[in-house]
């Protein structure tokens, strides 16, 4: 069901922004401060949102800045803004090890762009990674495995990679902002927009899908989260557009007399078009829930066409 929903509305979206790929820049470009605070925040980082956009927008640190944050921060914006900017990059072994030297540089380059070894452990948690020892050929073998499996759904593999990934834990320091830039990767040489994992809902949503993983090997809760944010990464750029005016989601919902946390939960299990903008969830002001999201976006752009052709 979910399959079907994604590649039907992946059908829609390539129809709509063909020959708009300037536009689709600018909007992933505009996301990346929100990227970099989420991913950073989730390895508890202690910049704001508000901080992040001033050090990324206008070169301004805050007073009481740790600038080893600072340069966390920076760097990987260089990593988000590299990978939109190249999007036929394969994933492969040096690509991996060349991010990780990217998202490190000025921090710490002695363990930058190189997977652990030695006596070099780490322990996350109740959770220690890989043996040193054997974590090269692990993340060889890993990466080999999405490479070549073509007969599961790719959300799947994406999902899949990126337990196995964390679960490796191939770096000493850097993993999980590796591993979430990596599933960006993924997406975006599949022709898909980035999504943003959210440091809000980390405790509920994302952290407990590692220990699901790990002690049974079962991935589908990983597959389930990013495909709902997947969803609304569509939504939002479907939403941007074709309609007119974007208002908030509470807004909404008092004009269609749908109670507020009904509607937050139809957001969040993306059942309505709704997504995020700095934190807050947004809606098209024309969408009403008597149509399907396929239809209603389909007859935006039919709508769209017909004016344009008119004037």
């Not at 508000?50 to 640190?61: A, C, G, R, Y």
């Not at 490479?147 to 599961?152: C, L, Y």
């Amino acid at each position: 069901m979910i399959k079907n929903k994604i590649e039907k509305l992946h059908i829609l979206y390539k129809k709509i922004t063909s020959g708009k790929e300037a536009v689709l820049h600018e909007i992933a470009m505009a996301e990346i401060p929100e990227m970099v605070y989420n991913s950073n925040a989730i390895e508890n980082s202690t910049l704001t949102l508000e901080e992040t956009e001033k050090i990324l927008l206008e070169n301004i640190v805050p007073k009481q800045a740790n600038m080893r944050e600072v340069f966390e921060a920076k760097n990987l914006a260089k990593i988000t803004e590299y990978l939109l900017c190249n999007k036929g990059l394969e994933l492969n072994t040096k690509l991996v090890l060349n991010l990780h030297k990217m998202l490190l540089s000025n921090i710490e380059d002695e363990i930058a762009g190189r997977f652990r070894t030695g006596n070099e452990w780490v322990r996350v948690g109740l959770h220690l990674g890989a043996n040193p020892l054997f974590v090269a050929n692990l993340m060889n073998d890993l990466i080999k495995k999405y490479n070549t499996t073509d007969d599961i759904f790719y959300m799947d593999k994406i999902a899949f990679f990126h337990a196995d990934f964390e679960t490796i834990h191939p770096f000493c320091d850097g993993n999980g902002r590796i591993g979430r830039v990596l599933i960006n990767q993924q997406l975006i040489k599949l022709g898909y927009p980035p999504i943003i994992i959210q440091n809000k809902s980390k405790l509920k949503e994302y952290y407990p899908l590692f220990n699901i993983y790990q002690t049974t090997q079962k991935y589908d809760g990983f597959s389930s989260l990013f495909t709902l944010l997947l969803l609304e990464s569509l939504h939002k750029r479907l939403s941007i557009l074709t309609c007119p005016k974007i208002i908030p989601l509470s807004v909404w919902a008092e004009k269609n007399t749908v109670k507020g946390n009904i509607a937050a939960n139809k957001a969040k299990r993306q059942t309505i078009p709704a997504f995020r903008l700095r934190d807050k969830w947004v809606i098209s002001d024309k969408y009403r829930e008597n149509i399907d999201i396929f239809t209603y976006f389909h007859e935006n752009l039919k709508s769209n066409y017909i004016e344009i052709s008119n004037s």
